[in-house]
């Protein structure tokens, strides 16, 4: 008797972890941040600022990017970096570098505080260049389903509870014995 009434516990206690582990919900939602064709200057470059939500809980921002006219430096930078980069830094760093590429697809997570800069890089090139540059961001959100995890709360209580009686009569009837 006192074996069933714990094992009773135990699925009532399981079923209440699953329904709490449910009642979590998570979706993704896909923004388009740059999209357009950007014409840079020979011997010139064009610094793109985009506002990328940071993504502490999942997502990540990915794009491509296309040359008309031949090739070109891309990098992707936060402020700070394309300060950096502005004043003619001999040495810099980038989240994203590609160098002399007509064609290039991107995928990094976001953790920084916006803006994000999108640097096509033409300083060495006597040539025009047209960039196609799409770019969005897809952040994972979750949600909490209130009335799920209430149920899986109040089963977890009851299997703990049903546990513990079932461990007090086992304890109870050792002392008839």
């Not at 714990?6 to 740059?34: D, N, Q, R």
């Not at 809980?57 to 296309?66: A, I, Q």
């Not at 930078?77 to 994203?96: L, P, S």
């Not at 703990?160 to 461990?167: A, E, H, N, R």
Request: hydrophobic residues 45%; glycine residues 8%; charged residues 20%.
């Amino acid at each position: 008797m006192r074996k069933r009434v714990v094992v009773f516990g135990l699925v009532i206690f399981i079923l209440g972890m699953l329904l709490m582990v449910s009642s979590v919900v998570a979706w993704t939602e896909t923004e388009t941040v740059v999209s357009g064709t950007f014409t840079v200057n020979p011997y010139s470059y064009r610094g793109i600022s985009a506002y990328i939500e940071r993504m502490p809980y999942g997502g990540e921002v990915s794009g491509s990017l296309t040359v008309s006219g031949g090739d070109i430096n891309f990098y992707i930078m936060d402020e700070h970096m394309f300060r950096d980069w502005e004043k003619h830094e001999r040495i810099f760093v980038a989240i994203e570098a590609a160098e002399k590429v007509s064609s290039y697809s991107f995928k990094f997570s976001w953790y920084a505080h916006p803006p994000v800069y999108f640097l096509l890089d033409n300083t060495y090139s006597h040539t025009l260049k047209r960039v196609s540059l799409h770019v969005v961001q897809t952040r994972v959100i979750h949600l909490v389903d209130p009335s799920i995890s209430e149920y899986g709360a109040c089963l977890l209580i009851g299997g703990i509870t049903i546990i513990i009686v079932g461990f007090r009569l086992r304890g109870v009837r050792e002392k008839r014995s």
